[in-house]
Every structure is written in C-alpha cells, then in structure tokens.
C-alpha cells in the first residue's frame, strides 16, 4: 500500500498507455484482449488509483453473482434493512446500490470510485414512503447509509454477471473491478455453473481477497453440497478461501420483509465487520487485493502489446495486399502500353483511317476512351486480387464491407485521362507555337501523332516518324518525353486514387505500432518505481 506520488504517476501513465489501445481487427485473441483493456481500465480507476490515493478509505466489498443468487436479499440482510431490490422477477438489480455507514459517506460521494456513475441519494424516509427500494435507472450509483454497518466498511450489491441485459453484465464486471473484497454469490443449484467460475478463476489470478457464499442449500443436502463444492474449490486452488452458508429459508424466495434472520448471516457480517475493525486484517485485505492486481499487470499488460503487435501486423498485412495489387496491376499496364493495347477496337480503326477517314480528334478521342477503359479495368482487377486475398484473412473482417463499383470513381477515372489529353493538346500546341515554320503544323495533329506514339506501342511505328516529319526529329523526341511524364502522371493518379480509396477504412483504424512499445515501457517504468 506504498502511496508513492511516483507509484500513483507511474500507474496513472499505464493507464493512459492502455486507454489508448485500439484493436479493431476481428483477430482470434482479440475478444479477450479487448476485454483485459476494459479490466485493466475498470481496476486501474476505480480500484487501484483510488485506493492508492486514500488508503484511508473505507473498504469495498462488492457482492457479484448469476441470476437469482440472493445477492440483493443478502446485502439486505446483512445491512438489516432493504436497500435493494430483491424479487423473484431477474434481473432485479439494475441499478448498483452501495451502502456504508453514514460517517463514510463523503467517500462516496465524489468521483473517487467509479466516476463514470452518476451518485442518487435518497433518505430512507422516501423509501419508506414508496414501499420498499426504489428502482433506479442506467448510469448510476445508488448510495445509501446504514449505521448498522460498521465505520469503514461499504458493501456494493452489483448487477447479475450473467444479465440478459449487455449493459448490466459489463456494468457488473466494471463494479467486481473495483473491489477491495470479492463477495462471490452462488446457489445449491447453480454452484458448478460457468459464470461464477469464470469469476472465481479471474479473482485467483489477481490474487484479490475472496470470499464465497453457497446460498439457498436445503437442510436435507447441507453437508453433501457443501463438500462437492469444497471439493470443486480445492481443485481450483481456492481450498483456502473462506466459504459461508446460508440454508434455503421462506425469506430466500424474496417474500416477507426480504430479509434473511440475523443468525443465517452473523458469520458473514462478523468476518467483514472482523475486517475493518481489525487493523492487521483490513491491511491484509487491502494490502492482499492491491498487490495482486499490480502482480498480474506483468502478464496481463505483455499479452495486451501483444495483442496490440498482432493488430498492427495484420494492418500492414491487409495493407501490403493492396500495395501489391495495385502495384502489379500498374506492371501489366506498362506493359499493355508497350504492347499497344490501347490501340485496339475503335481507336485502331480510327488511327488506320487517318487522316483521309478520320480526324485528329476522332484519334484523340478513341484513343482517351480506350486508355480510360484500359486504366478501369485495371482497378477492377486490382479490386479482385484484394478481394481474393482479404477473404482468406479473418483480419478483413474489422474492415469496411465490400466495396462496390462506384459511379463516382468511374467518372474521376476518366476526368482524369480527359485531362491528360487535354494537357497533351496545350503541349503540342506550346512546341508549334515555338516553330519557325510556315505554314506551321496543326496542333491537333501533332496532338494526335504523339498520342498515337505513346500509346500504339509496335501497332502505331509510323506516328512517331510521321510526328518527326512535322515538327523534327529533335520536337518529336521532346514531345514524347513531356508527353511521357504526363501519361505517367495520369496512371499514378488514377491507380493510387483508388489504392488510397481501398486503403482508406484501414487508415481509419489508426492502428500502429506506438502503442505496443508504450505500454511495455509504461510496465517497465512501474516496475522500476516498485
């Protein structure tokens, strides 16, 4: 319990470092990763900081089970007095309600537990009033006072672990986080099940302090489910946690007052009140609880990097997969290009018919529209080959579904290769513009032969002759190389728009690989301090 100002920064920059955390990929692993963070989180502030803070706080013992367990009806009875609402009708708990002595409610009522929790005070005279506790809503605490409680001692009546409701089991998860003491509820019948193990495993890894109440046992198989379940817990490794038992009573279905007889739960109220009026015993609670949890950040926070290097190495494997796609699809089409493919179809008949059956920007215009058909279709196989790649990836699953051919796109495409004629056009114009010939060639001509002879490959050798004959050699070879540069500067533009489009839900995700290294130094740093 060392409340070393260096300690509680330390702890505090880990916590930044885990709340900053990001795994979006449906990666296998990441379900539980995703869960260690909001642990981590919930521990780090509503538990450890917290606790570090104000050692002198009151102790916590938040009382967590499944469905039906008697949770409420036990708080109720251990405060003498009801609190919260019990009932056979589950979930009844919705609302956590915390109850301490009202010498300790200045504890509570600030945001030094659970801050994310809006605080309800309600005199006990309105409860009175209404018949019974009242019902609360979503984001709140309910926090009561009992001086039949002892001073330094709250205890939490947390929603059902295993709630219908999403918002109620995470809520109940969060509460147990906070706890200096783990009051694990748990019936006759339901005392092998899996929620309450999963608890009861979870608290033996943190090495928090526990305790567990077997409720609602039948006289008759008292002693038989009692030994089945110290059996169950001795082969856990819990054998030494302290076990209670509370008999099947009319109060237990939830009738009457709701109150259990003092005597079923004296032996528990006289260990948690053992607790905080012992001063040894309630330093080896906190002491045990605090511990244990800064203990288990040495796997728990390497397994969250971890999961954080995976998340980041699937990024840049989705990532490369694009990369690759497009940057083979931008090989083939150098090579289409040198090939002539995009004079093909109409724009080959056109150039074969010029200039006595075809125009200069007849040519200019079948040949821009087959560029732009050429440069769409090698989007659309590089789209395929992503596609391929990323549905044998589970990592794809946390990306933007499906993309589908986009109108918009397919209009940008050829604006963009519209534009590159027109650029090729002011550029032959620029070079007749400087000749001193008379009469000077036509620009659209000359516009058209070089567009030929960029884009005709071995199917158009006379264009870049019949180019030379107008404007000379030394033109000629000028205007191609601009001319080049431009093509070039077209292709780019249109395959890295899209592969910026494809890649686009990927950088959305902002995962990187900072995070990883920060949070080991972050542990590391701690460690140091501790």
């Known amino acids: 319990m060392d409340a070393r100002p260096q300690l509680i920064d330390a702890l505090t920059a880990l916590r930044d470092r885990v709340s900053a955390v990001r795994l979006p990929l449906p ?32 102790l916590l013992a938040v009382v967590g089970g499944s469905t039906g367990a008697g949770k409420s009806t036990l708080v ?16 009844t708990t919705r609302t956590p309600v915390l109850v301490c002595h009202p010498d300790d409610q200045h504890y509570f009522s600030g945001a030094r537990v659970l801050p994310q929790l809006t605080r309800v005070w309600l005199p006990h005279q309105e409860e009175a009033d209404e018949g019974g506790a009242p019902r609360g809503t979503g984001g709140e605490l309910r926090v009561e006072k009992a001086s039949s409680l ?10 059902d672990i295993d709630s219908l409701v999403v918002e109620n089991r995470l809520l109940a998860a969060e509460l147990i986080c906070a706890a200096d003491v783990w009051v694990m509820v748990t019936t006759a019948s339901r005392y092998a099940d899996a929620v309450p193990w999963h608890l009861l495993r979870t608290a033996k890894e943190y090495d928090a302090m526990l305790i567990t109440v077997l409720d609602r046992v039948p006289h008759q198989v008292v002693a038989e489910v009692s030994r089945q379940y110290a059996a169950l817990l001795t082969k856990a490794g819990l054998g030494e946690v302290p076990r209670f038992t509370i008999p099947e009573l009319p109060e237990s279905a939830g009738g009457g007052s709701g109150l259990l007889p003092t005597t079923a739960v004296a032996p528990l109220y006289a260990w948690l009140a053992h607790r905080v009026q012992d001063p040894a015993a309630r330093q080896q609670a906190l002491e045990r609880t605090a511990t244990g949890v800064v203990n288990s950040l040495n796997a728990r926070m390497p397994a969250l990097a971890s999961a954080v290097a995976g998340q980041y190495a699937a990024t840049v494997r989705l990532m490369g997969a694009v990369e690759e796609a497009y940057d083979q699809e931008r090989t083939r089409l150098d090579k289409q290009l040198k090939t002539g493919a995009v004079l093909s179809g109409d724009a080959r008949t056109r150039w074969r018919g010029f200039p006595r059956d075809s125009t200069a920007g007849e040519v200019l215009d079948s040949l821009a529209g087959s560029l732009s058909a050429l440069v769409q279709c090698a989007v659309a196989a590089a789209e395929e080959r992503v596609r391929e790649v990323w549905r044998r990836d589970a990592a794809a699953g946390g990306v933007a579904g499906e993309r589908r051919t986009d109108p918009e796109a397919t209009e940008r495409m ?6 590159w004629r027109r650029e090729l056009e002011e550029l032959a114009d ?7 010939l008379n009469p000077a060639p036509d620009p659209e001509t000359v516009a058209a032969l070089l567009a030929a002879a960029l884009l005709g490959g071995r199917r158009a050798k006379g264009a ?10 030394q ?7 601009r001319g080049a540069e431009l093509l070039a500067g077209c292709i780019d533009s249109v395959l890295n728009g899209a592969r910026d489009a494809r890649l686009a839900p990927l950088d959305a995700l902002e995962v990187s690989p900072e995070p990883q290294a920060e949070l080991i130094a972050a ?5 140091k301090v501790r």
């Open 150 to 159: 002892p001073r330094g001692l709250a205890l939490l009546d947390a929603p």
């Open 475 to 481: 033109g000629a070879l000028r205007l191609r190389d």
């Open 27 to 58: 990666l296998p692993g990441a379900p539980r990763a995703r869960q260690t963070r909001d642990e981590l989180l919930a521990q780090l502030d509503d538990y450890l900081v917290p606790r570090l803070r104000d050692p002198a706080a009151p």
């Open 76 to 91: 109720n009875s251990l405060v003498g007095r009801r609190v919260s609402e019990a009932g056979v009708l589950r979930p």
């Open 523 to 527: 542990l590391s740093v701690l460690q």
């Open 430 to 436: 620029e070079e007749v513009r400087g000749l001193e």
């Open 464 to 473: 870049g002759e019949r180019l030379a004959e107008r404007i000379g050699a």
């Open 414 to 419: 050829g604006m963009a290769v519209r534009r």
